[in-house]
C-alpha cells in the first residue's frame, strides 16, 4: 500500500495530477463521487467510509477541504488526516503560498472547465432552459436565480482552454448586464499537498483524532 492516499473532488482532477505529475509523486488518488459535493451529510458519510477501510497506509489527504461541513467531524480511524483549511475548492485553486492572503469575491460566480461541464449538466444551463421554456422565459428565470450575482470569474489554472468557458459564460454576462474575469488559478494548496508540504494551512489530524469544526477559514 502506499504511504499516501488522497482523497479528491473530480472538479481538481486536471489540477491535481498536473502538481502530483510536477512532483514525481508516489500518492495514489481516488476520485469521490460528483454529486456528493453539495450534499455534506453524504459526503461526510462517504469520507467515514472510505477512511475506515484503509488499512497500512500512513496519511490520508482530504482534498474537499471544509464543503459545506461535510469534512468536520470526520475521524482519523485508520491513518492520519490531513484536510486544507479552505472553505472549498474554489479557494484551493485560488491559493497561492499562503491562505493567510488569499482574497475573493465570496458574492462571485466561478467557473474553470470543469465547473462549467458540471453547470452543462445541470438544470439551470441556459440551452437547456431555453428548450424546456423559450429563450425569452429562459433568460428571466436566470435574472430571477442570479439576481444578486452578475460578477463572473473564470480561474485560469493552465489545465484547460479558458476561450471555450468564456465563450459558455458570455451569454450569462450579456443576460445579466454582468462582468467577466480572469484570475490566475495558481492552486498552492495542490502543490503543497502534491509535495507533501503540510504547513498551517493545513489542519493534520493524528490516528484517532477528529478533524475540527472551526478550524476551516471564514468567509471574508
Not at 158 to 177: E, F, H, M, N, T
Request: hydrophobic residues 40%.
Amino acid at each position: 500500500m502506499p504511504k499516501t492516499v488522497i482523497l479528491s473532488c473530480p472538479t481538481l482532477m486536471v489540477e491535481l495530477k498536473a502538481a502530483l505529475a510536477a512532483a514525481s509523486s508516489e500518492a495514489v488518488v481516488y476520485f469521490i463521487p460528483r454529486e456528493l459535493h453539495s450534499v455534506p451529510k453524504k459526503l461526510h458519510e462517504y469520507l467515514q467510509d472510505m477512511i475506515d477501510r484503509f488499512y497500512n497506509v500512513e496519511r490520508i489527504v482530504i482534498c474537499v477541504s471544509g464543503c459545506g461541513g461535510g469534512t468536520a467531524g470526520l475521524r482519523a480511524s485508520s491513518a492520519e488526516l490531513v484536510v486544507p483549511r479552505t472553505r472549498d475548492c474554489l479557494d484551493i485553486l485560488l491559493s497561492g503560498d499562503s491562505l493567510d492572503v488569499l482574497q475573493r469575491d465570496i458574492g462571485g460566480v466561478y467557473f474553470t472547465e470543469s465547473w462549467m461541464e458540471c453547470t452543462k449538466e445541470s438544470e439551470i444551463d441556459l440551452d437547456k432552459l431555453a428548450g424546456k421554456m423559450g429563450r425569452e422565459a429562459a433568460e428571466d428565470f436566470l435574472r430571477r436565480l442570479y439576481k444578486t450575482c452578475n460578477k463572473f470569474y473564470i480561474i485560469d489554472t493552465g489545465g484547460y482552454d479558458v476561450r471555450a468557458v468564456q465563450d459558455y459564460v458570455a451569454p450569462l454576462v450579456k443576460i445579466l448586464s454582468g462582468t467577466m474575469t480572469l484570475l490566475d488559478g495558481k492552486c498552492g494548496i495542490l502543490h503543497k499537498i502534491a509535495k507533501e508540504t503540510f504547513d498551517g494551512d493545513f489542519i493534520v489530524v493524528p490516528k484517532g483524532g477528529e478533524i475540527p469544526s472551526d478550524a476551516f477559514l471564514k468567509n471574508r
